[in-house]
């Protein structure tokens, strides 16, 4: 598969985190020559957050997650990529209780103290042997060095490997957030689940790391989409070690929260760039809806909308569609206080094209790989900024022939 | 533009409706050498029943239509093909007055007789008198027999005309309704809302026209998408003239719901049939569903899902795509009870894939212009049929750039 365009020219520096280490291997399940499984364990049991798909038909390994989060802690995560052991019925679940114990013992801990993650085809029973049987080479190569190779193996049909790193002082105390992530945009769940493993050496209790994990995951991995397809499997784990010794809290926890963002947004942004068939990336920010969550309601609607994706794929500064993706959303909304610019000039005022409105600027931002969308619903002080890529030819001839 | 691959092979026979007169004429204002207005006009004030769209950014006609439809009596309804009169703010509040004025000194009734639908291009100020001054032509030329005109001249990006027509006897009565319909699968707002005017010589009273139109729409209209976009003009006008004489009650409103059922799912199977690129029509049947509504939503969600859509462009039995859209609906669903057959044969059954699975009928189906899907909840009783098309570079090509 070719790079895609909007991929960054290369692989950001990953700092370690202290008291995590990483490992791959190739069970040559699917995929033949590359690392297809990936072990994350932290030094000693770390306090973990996650956010899982909210699909009614979610695989075996996300229910277990489920369990798992509610203890708040753990030792390892397993991932594989290559068969998402979803829609597998008893067998699935067979494999998933077979994959934790196995990983379990090999740490002296208890099953509940893993994770597991499998991204791939739905529908197809696993062989979870060829997985398993790799766990003493994964031990034996475990490195806090691996971050990258980590990122590489947890790919499915992603045409680059994304992870992003993030140093902060905190109170005195330098901080480390790395992360890795999977994904072309949620748009191909029988191959191309979204999966997030971003480790931390933080110091934080349970409650606070579960709050901000899930507040950050809604304004990054929840704010993008490529074609509104939801996974059966979409999983973020985050796992934070306390390696730095002082428990964060008070205005340090508002510090920890926006770097954490600035990763997760970082890395959001990355599972667009590498939308199936994307040509450019569109970064929609609404302001003056109802509140903040009717806000990125409305930025999904346009973010998910056909004709607007089509129309930006074609250089069109087609904003009557923009108009009609706001209408569409559900949300409040009044036609006669609607304002919508592109690449920041004012198309539409108070429901009406603006007099003056003159296409020449728009057009040419329109060229542009990076495509700005601002609306304004008048209304209140709910904003949101959500990312999508558009749809081109590219995503059709990727998906319309894919399984076979 | 090429006419779909899946538009019936000819125009069928369409009822004259007693009591309803039609006219066409050229405004010139977008498309040359084509009539692009439309009048259907009632001997008598005649009941009328409608649904509209639910976009918070409707257009200034749509707005006038709710008013008029609360009355549950009209007279004519003008509609024009080429500008929407969207989002076109205080100038389109003044041209809907304008059009409804001119209507109505013509037939000598209150402005707030007239229906008025227009579709086209959003946000581009109409000229209003490009269309009224064609009323003397237009009710000079007033006939029964033109159908199939009026049904040609609200066309936009549609590549056939579409009507349907039916007769019935209802307690001794024969009963007509004939219809036309505009639109390519609600799927172009900017060119290509969906519009539908209904005539029938059926004497029905408001309360129960009403009733039965809203239930209609919901299994017809509200049961197609091509791509989830929904216009801000969307508009389903029925009009009853009652010139049969007898007022239809009892089991006579049943067999009349079924009939003008039988219309306006063939006038909403023809709009699928003009979808954008459209290569195939999809039949998604969903039974066992918590209720029907939920049964319609969880077929949406399919019918919507661009990768069940590509996968059946690309002619691949991806079932595991089913089960994704299922899940993200958002409705009640349990994955452990989960059924899914492609063209009659059963692929998975509560969960699993069936241990006997042969895909070899399942590829020949998937090659055919008509596409079967049945998913079955195993939850209660409700049920679902909704229509849609498959994804196709055509629709790209089409969308990408069709504005300029």
């Given at each position: 598969?070719?790079?895609?365009?909007?991929?960054?020219?290369?692989?950001?520096?990953?700092?370690?985190?202290?008291?995590?280490?990483?490992?791959?291997?190739?069970?040559?399940?699917?995929?033949?020559?590359?690392d297809d499984v990936m072990l994350m364990v932290?030094?000693?049991?770390?306090?973990?957050?996650?956010?899982?798909?909210?699909?009614?038909?979610?695989?075996?390994?996300?229910?277990?997650?489920?369990?798992?989060l509610k203890t708040g802690t753990a030792k390892a995560v397993l991932v594989n990529a290559g068969n998402a052991n979803a829609f597998t019925g008893k067998r699935g679940l067979a494999s998933v209780d077979r994959m934790a114990k196995a990983s379990a013992d090999a740490f002296s801990v208890a099953p509940e103290d893993i994770l597991l993650a499998s991204t791939g085809v739905i529908g197809e029973p696993m062989n979870d042997q060829a997985i398993t049987g790799y766990l003493p080479k994964l031990t034996a190569n475990l490195s806090d060095q691996s971050w990258a190779d980590a990122a590489a193996a947890i790919m499915t049909t992603d045409t680059?490997?994304?992870?992003?790193?993030?140093?902060v002082?905190?109170?005195?105390?330098?901080?480390?957030?790395?992360?890795?992530?999977?994904?072309?945009?949620?748009?191909?769940?029988?191959?191309?689940?979204?999966?997030?493993?971003?480790?931390?050496?933080?110091k934080i209790s349970k409650d606070d790391l579960a709050t901000i994990t899930h507040q950050v995951t809604d304004e990054s991995f929840n704010a993008i989409t490529v074609?509104?397809?939801?996974?059966?499997?979409?999983?973020?784990?985050?796992?934070?070690?306390?390696?730095?010794?002082?428990?964060?809290?008070?205005?340090?926890?508002?510090?920890?929260?926006?770097?954490?963002?600035?990763?997760?947004?970082?890395?959001?942004?990355?599972?667009?760039?590498?939308?199936?068939?994307?040509?450019?990336?569109?970064?929609?920010?609404?302001?003056?809806?109802?509140?903040?969550?009717?806000?990125?309601?409305i930025g999904l609607a346009i973010a998910n909308s056909p004709l607007v994706k089509t129309a930006i794929a074609?250089?069109?500064?087609?904003?009557?569609?923009?108009?009609?993706?706001?209408?569409?959303?559900?949300?409040?909304?009044?036609?006669?206080?609607?304002?919508?610019?592109?690449?920041?000039?004012?198309?539409?005022?108070?429901?009406?094209?603006?007099d003056d409105y003159d296409e020449t600027p728009v057009a040419d931002h329109m060229k542009t790989r990076d495509i700005h969308i601002d609306v304004d619903l008048g209304l209140g002080h709910g904003q949101a900024q959500v990312w999508t890529c558009d749809l081109t030819h590219g995503y059709i001839t990727i998906n319309a022939d894919y399984r076979s």
């Open positions: 598969m070719k790079r895609s365009p909007l991929a960054p020219s290369s692989m950001p520096e990953l700092h370690p985190v202290a008291g995590i280490k990483l490992a791959t291997a190739a069970s040559g399940m699917k995929y033949k020559g590359r932290a030094d000693d049991k770390a306090v973990v957050a996650g956010a899982l798909t909210r699909s009614k038909t979610c695989s075996a390994a996300v229910d277990w997650c489920k369990d798992v680059f490997a994304k992870a992003a790193s993030r140093k002082t905190i109170n005195g105390e330098a901080i480390t957030i790395t992360g890795i992530a999977k994904g072309s945009g949620m748009i191909a769940p029988d191959m191309a689940t979204m999966l997030a493993f971003i480790g931390t050496d933080a074609d509104g397809d939801t996974s059966t499997s979409d999983t973020v784990i985050v796992m934070a070690t306390g390696q730095t010794g002082l428990e964060i809290s008070g205005d340090g926890l508002t510090q920890f929260q926006a770097a954490l963002k600035d990763v997760m947004v970082d890395l959001a942004q990355q599972i667009v760039r590498d939308g199936e068939g994307a040509e450019k990336l569109i970064t929609i920010t609404i302001t003056g809806a109802e509140d903040d969550q009717s806000a990125r309601r074609g250089e069109d500064a087609n904003w009557g569609r923009v108009v009609m993706a706001v209408g569409k959303s559900g949300e409040p909304a009044d036609r006669d206080r609607l304002s919508i610019s592109i690449g920041g000039t004012v198309i539409a005022h108070n429901g009406d094209r603006v």
